[in-house]
């Protein structure tokens, strides 16, 4: 195996365990591999992966191999690695991985250009980190990449405004686009993984808390949903009127961040945006708010402000800095304004990841059938693969749906029945 950088190979017992735990909820790429371990269809195909490095994204990991592909992964954000699951990837599976939880930036991009030198003739992302940093530097790479895939929103706006630049180099298919992964993996799962989070982080109790909400996209959607199934009384911040109507529609508070600021006890960002809490924010805060991120980046929080702002500062609890502020409030920032979901908790669970890596598992596959027939633009998943995704997961629960008769069928593409 070529080299690997990772925190300790003794954890890979308890790694190789959790990857095995998260594989029984995964029926549907299981079913994956277990084609591509008969058909070997990545046969001698360098893919480059650039992911959370969690259970889940082993057992893509495992598919991709099994199908045949000589794969690397880095992780895709400095705070999300779970050690033990690189320690398994490296000394279990064989699967050359460059992610320690807690690296600083320098070695965030050691690693990523360590997977870089593998020569990929495919690239797998989340957030674009690897794909910009293979155009800005290694150029001498570009004639050997087939396309690549992304998994996250922000990636994917990333990649749309390189490709509108005429920059990017090669076709990506935009997993985040698939319904099958946005309906469930951001809604769904980010919603239960952050109240995970912020819950494994702090201990607190949000039953009565207020809760803010920044972003009702998917992820923003199924963040408030499970914050109120707790019993927290949430409002929603928004820029974009048509999901704020949605947000009041859905029955919370909608409000701009000024005036939410000033009441909220928890704070959560998830709009892919930069300083949607900022400075003159941390200044209306009450003392003792909590405030943390669950967007891709560390940009959502303004952290060089509340910095500015403080005389001080302590870590209280793993993940958890209190700010002194120069008038002596108190304000809690969350896992370094990373995603908090990955930073303290597990990330989503595995049935959702299911999902979302089923189909970078086939988007792999179509995108090495057909690289020669696309252009170096940004795709969609392709619709068969998806609706094919919500059928074997539908099968894998045992749970049937009916079929349209021939009669509907005819109806259904007809006009000239009406009243
Ligand atoms: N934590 C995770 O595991 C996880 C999982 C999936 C996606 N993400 C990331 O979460 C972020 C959101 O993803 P999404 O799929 O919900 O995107 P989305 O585009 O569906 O929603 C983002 C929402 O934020 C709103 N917004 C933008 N700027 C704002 C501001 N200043 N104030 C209030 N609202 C604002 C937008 O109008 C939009 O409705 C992205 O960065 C994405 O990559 C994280």
Known sequence: MSGFDIKDPKLAEGGRLRIEWAEREMPVLRSIRERFAKERPLSGVRISA?????????????TLQAGGADVVLTASNPLSTQDDVAAALVNVFEIPTFAIKGEDNVTYYKHLRAALD???HLTMDDGADLVSTLHKERRDLLSNVLGGTEETTTGVIRLRAMAADGALAFPIIAVNDALTKHLFDNRYGTGQSTIDGIVRATNVLLAGKVFVVAGYGWCGRGLASRARGMGSN???TEVDPLKALEAVMDGYRVMPMTEAAKIGDIFCTVTGDI???????FELMKD?????????FNVEINIPALEELSQGKRLVRPFVEEYTLKDDRRIYLLGEGRLINLASAEGHPASVMDMSFANQALSVEYMLK??????KKVYSVPEVIDQEIARLKLE?????????TPEQIQYLNSWEEGT
């Not at 650039?50 to 495992?62: D, F, I, P, Q, S």
């Not at 003792?288 to 891709?296: Q, W």
């Not at 057909?370 to 252009?375: I, Q, S, V």
């Open 275 to 281: 300083n949607v809490i900022d400075r003159h924010h």
């Open 288 to 296: 003792g708010a909590i405030v943390a991120n669950s967007g891709h």
């Open 50 to 62: 650039c992911l959370h490095v969690t259970t889940e994204t082993a057992n893509l990991m495992r």
């Open 370 to 375: 057909h690289h020669a027939e696309l252009e």
């Open 234 to 236: 949430v409002i929603v």
């Open 118 to 120: 593998h020569q990929p």
């Open 396 to 404: 894998s629960m045992g749970i049937e749906i009916d079929t349209l």
